[in-house]
């Protein structure tokens, strides 16, 4: 996987950091990660200084001084990578419920099949989601459902946070401009991939629920996710 990297956003993953740091890093000696976390109380970002010792050129952290949000922290590790050499991004989870082994598959469909973005999608061939409530998983399936219905986006996953971007989608994207902090997020840079019209690929994968640390789910941001998507579509017609 030359040229690549992992962004691992972290708060309060004491307990999966350096099993998925392990986990990334065997699936090729070439691929990099970047940890940011949001100064973590359980010193998350000390476990990664002392994996540093054993990876000081393939882990880099980046700690911010409060928790903001997973879009910032999103939009922190993707300027930090722009100012580096890597072709392909990926935005992953640090709990494991996106499957390591996976990346192989992302990278392949941007960098040999030429996609801009490939998603780690949960329901692209029905429903690939193990150890979440009936509810929960409904929850999130017509959620996806209720954005692509929104937004006219041909993707099955809209909310998927296991992607790998190529660095000229991130380039294009102001990411100034990108407003959700929440999982929102995700839906608002998938759109915003869409509208410039990048090629976008949907690839099977299996999400299965962390074991591990708790949830970050909240309902101040599956709000903005439903209320947030109605703006976001309204400004892209008042902009055309």
Known sequence: MTGAIVIIPTYNEIENIEAII???????????????????????????????KDYSDRLFLEVRQEKSGLGTAYIHGFKWCLKKEYRYIFEMDA??????????????????????????????????????????????????????????????????????YKREVLETIDLNAIKFIGYAFQIEMKFKT????????????????????????????????????????LKSLFKR
């Open 95 to 164: 709990d494991f419920s996106h499957d390591p082994k996976d990346l192989q598959r992302l990278y392949d469909a941007c960098a040999i099949n030429g996609a801009d973005l490939s998603i780690g999608s949960r329901y692209i061939t029905g429903v690939n989601v193990v150890n979440w409530p009936m509810g929960r998983v409904l929850m999130s399936y017509c959620a996806s459902k209720y954005v692509r219905f929104i937004t006219g986006m041909n993707i099955n996953d809209t909310t998927a946070g296991f992607v790998c």
């Open 22 to 52: 392990k986990a990334v890093f065997s699936q090729s000696e070439a691929i990099h990660i970047l940890i940011v976390d949001d100064n973590s109380p359980d010193l998350t970002s000390l476990k990664v200084k002392e994996l540093q």
């Open 194 to 233: 869409y509208l410039k019209k990048f090629k976008i690929t949907e690839v099977p994968v299996i999400f299965t629920d962390r074991t591990k640390g708790e949830s970050k789910l909240s309902s101040g941001i599956i709000s903005e996710a439903i209320f947030g998507v109605i703006s976001m579509k």
